[in-house]
């Protein structure tokens, strides 16, 4: 099968990407953009984004405070696809296409986000850009959603303005979770 047409394949197996909404707190919202849905048949992979480009598939962060975020780290674990009776019908990973490695959690990292603006976060590990679902020929039948968790989130505002004589001009560091 040529390339064109296995990319237009893997399309039509997954409905447009929207953002989903990981953290939401105090002006900040961190965001991932996954298909809405998606169709695997057993024994089968789909992959998000299904040819990444830099920056394409990392979570995003919004700034929506009055301040500058100079850094954030945090956490995203990618939680199997489980049926309602608690059998595991897919395997869910951050995937590295280049040496096809799978991870379960992967620390993310984003630098200077200004008020108002967005940062792409990058994984502490290079390449793994996409997410990946995995089933196998026993993995059952059924409809459910994804679920993600998302923890330790660290952020660090400044430079903000000192407050008066002797103010603390580079800003708190805030750990939410």
């Known amino acids: ?14 409905q447009p990407a929207v953002a989903f909404t990981l953290f939401d707190q105090n002006g900040v919202q961190i965001t991932l953009n996954l298909p809405s849905a998606l169709q695997i048949n057993q024994n ?10 830099p920056g394409e598939g990392a979570p995003v962060l919004h700034n929506n405070t009055i301040f500058p ?27 590295n296409n280049k040496i096809f490695d799978g991870k379960k959690s992967m620390e993310f990292t984003v630098k200077k ?28 039948r059924g409809t459910e959603t994804f679920k993600n968790t998302l923890n330790i989130v660290t952020l660090t505002f400044g430079p903000l303005q000192p407050n008066g004589p002797g103010g603390n001009p580079t800003g708190p560091i805030v750990q939410i979770g």
């Open 1 to 14: 099968m040529n390339q064109a047409i296995q990319e237009k394949t893997a399309t039509l197996l997954q």
């Open 44 to 53: 089968g992979q789909e992959y998000y984004p299904p040819n990444p480009t």
């Open 69 to 95: 975020i100079e850094s954030a780290t945090f956490t995203v674990e990618l939680l199997d696809v489980i049926d309602a009776s608690s059998n595991v019908i897919a395997n869910v990973r951050w995937w």
């Open 113 to 140: 986000v200004l008020p108002g603006e967005v940062g792409i976060c990058v994984p502490s590990e290079a390449g793994y850009n996409q997410v990946r679902w995995a089933t196998s020929v026993s993995s059952g």
